[in-house]
């Protein structure tokens, strides 16, 4: 199910890309010839009647595309057709080419906006303890605690107000011949009181009962306005753009976090065990997140991404005469290929990673 989600997840941000696309081609009065939502064989399709556009559902939910009449060809079969792309005004085509990038940020800023309204703003962390482990034989085994109770008092202070360090703090502080610890236990809805004695872990010259103390976190969490909502989904995609833009830089100019960058097996791997782990409220927060991602990935100014297409069209605008498209789609093809062979060796490392 969780594999199935981070499936779903990837098919929206492509999906919402493409529409980018697409909506700002039909505001521009330029025919789309198709547009996909998958990639691989067709499951289904069917055909505008108001429209020569042909719409289809594809079997690998890994992608999808929205495919003008021209659009890289590299033979100039279609130079006389004039539903091609590139016999359309250059301005129209830049905001067509824009569209999708900033459908992706559009889908974050929405996103963060009624996540921030609904969840609230975390405005700290809360650190609960609890007793993960009893050593057998110790002093904690022979008062009976068990694994998953909580401490809440010793010797009448309050150990929920500070993490397992309060509780381990307060046991090491114990000295011989002080009276025995007394001990408030909750153990699920029940609460019982017990005394111990710690002993002295020589190894370690500290006090100890025979228990694994372990943390477990929680967010708190206010309230939020759609207004405060709007500004906290603003301040989210610019953090994640910084965050995302200096993350490109180094890896550029220091080598640094390649070792961290998954393909498409490994983005699916991640976010199907974050979600199992968080819950839906960290597959909305990675939506938001990759959404931004994919938006930034794709104004690269790298052959076959809407970047590339973007410095074309602006290089059209300063020249006032169109690269010839044949040249143009054959770089686009290039950088196709490429991209292509990037992604099957990231997908290939992925894969190692999870059998290896």
């Known amino acids: 199910m969780y594999i199935l989600l981070a499936l ?3 098919a929206i941000l492509i999906t919402v890309h493409e529409f ?3 909506l700002a081609a039909r505001a521009m009065k330029i025919d789309v010839r198709e547009f996909a939502v998958g990639m691989g064989p067709k499951i289904v399709g069917w055909k505008s009647r108001k429209y020569e556009t042909e719409f289809s559902i594809r079997a690998i939910p890994l992608g999808g595309f929205c495919a003008f009449y021209g659009e890289d060809d590299t033979t100039g079969e279609s130079k006389d057709d004039p539903r091609a792309f590139p016999k359309q005004n250059v301005w129209k085509r830049l905001c067509v080419i824009f ?3 900033l459908m992706n940020f559009v889908l974050a800023f929405v996103v963060g906006t009624v996540f921030f309204w609904v969840n609230g703003v975390t405005t700290g962390v809360r650190y609960d303890h609890y007793i993960s482990d009893v050593m057998a034989a110790g002093p904690a085994y022979s008062a009976g605690l068990q694994a998953g109770d909580v401490i809440t008092e010793i010797n009448g202070a309050n ?3 500070g993490t397992y360090e309060t509780v ?5 502080d114990w000295k011989e011949g002080d009276a025995p610890l007394k001990m408030v236990i909750r153990r699920g809805e029940e609460t019982f009181e017990t005394e111990l004695t710690p002993v002295l872990d020589e190894k370690e010259n500290k006090m100890r009962i025979g228990v694994v103390i372990a943390n477990v976190a929680h967010a708190i969490t206010e309230p939020e306005t759609f207004l405060g909502g709007l500004k906290h989904s603003g301040e989210l995609c610019v953090n994640v753009s910084g965050a995302i833009i200096e993350a490109l830089k180094n890896m550029v100019t220091k080598g640094e976090g390649f070792e ?4 498409p097996v490994g983005i ?8 199992k782990t968080y819950g839906m409220e960290e597959f909305i927060w990675l939506l938001a997140m990759l959404s931004v991602n994919l ?13 590339s297409r973007l410095v074309f069209g602006l290089v059209e605008v300063v020249r006032r005469r169109p690269v010839p498209a044949e040249k143009e789609a054959m770089v686009h093809l290039i950088g196709m290929v490429f991209l292509f062979g990037v992604m099957i060796f990231f997908t290939f490392r992925d894969v190692m990673r999870i059998f290896g």
């Open 99 to 101: 569209a999708g990038p």
């Open 268 to 275: 699916i791997s991640e976010v199907s065990q974050r979600v």
């Open 20 to 22: 980018g696309h697409f």
């Open 168 to 172: 381990l703090n307060t046991i090491g």
């Open 260 to 263: 961290d960058t998954r393909g």
């Open 8 to 10: 779903l997840l990837l």
């Open 159 to 161: 150990m929920l107000d």
């Open 295 to 307: 938006g930034l990935m794709n104004l690269l100014p790298i052959p076959g991404l809407d970047g």
